[in-house]
């Protein structure tokens, strides 16, 4: 027992960096990231505990991880942004527009803020017609996908991939021009 227990010790010290940095990658919320660790190193011990043989211990760490993240995401449904709760300091409820720098706060918010919606145009000007279609009527008019599904004869999923992607596109767009702006 006392020599399964140093084993699991050496796993967990030589494996959880990277493991952690496998989860973090793929997980935005730290605490969700943290637990799925959590919850994998302590399938390694149950495992170890009911004599379970493990060929390819890191394979199998990274196997558990991949499962506990799959479970993760399919018990947390989407959120749109338009539904986003996002308060300020007083706990009111910010807007789209609450969140951009306000044009009123000096030239350069007033430039960012021209930047940043000039960028969200072009961005969703680059995407494919039905991707930017579903992403505009869901996110922007509030529209679901039941009803969306229903006008266009569309499947619900075909219609959640499409938004998949543009958020993907998207996101990754404008994360370029926030990273010029925080660089300094």
Partial sequence: MIEQDRQISEIFAEQRSRLRNFIRKRVPDP???EDIVQDVFYKLVEANRLLMPIEHVTGWLFGV???????LFRKKKPQPFS??????????????????????AGPEALYF??????ELELALDELPGEQ??????HELEGRSFKEL????????NTLLSR?????LHLRERLRNV?????KK
Avoid at 113 to 118: F, P, Q
Avoid at 163 to 167: C, G, L, N, Q
Avoid at 178 to 182: A, E, M, S, V
């Fill in 113 to 118: 803020h021209s930047l940043l919606l000039d």
């Fill in 31 to 33: 605490s969700d990231a």
């Fill in 65 to 71: 991880a991949r499962n506990r993240i799959t479970d």
């Fill in 178 to 182: 926030h990273d010029q702006f925080t």
């Fill in 83 to 104: 539904e986003s709760s996002v308060s300020d300091a007083d706990g009111a409820q910010l807007q789209f527009e609450d969140l951009l720098p306000s044009p009123d």
């Fill in 149 to 156: 599904s229903a006008e266009s004869g569309v499947n619900i």
């Fill in 132 to 137: 930017r279609e579903v992403f505009v009527a």
């Fill in 163 to 167: 938004k998949r992607y543009a958020v």
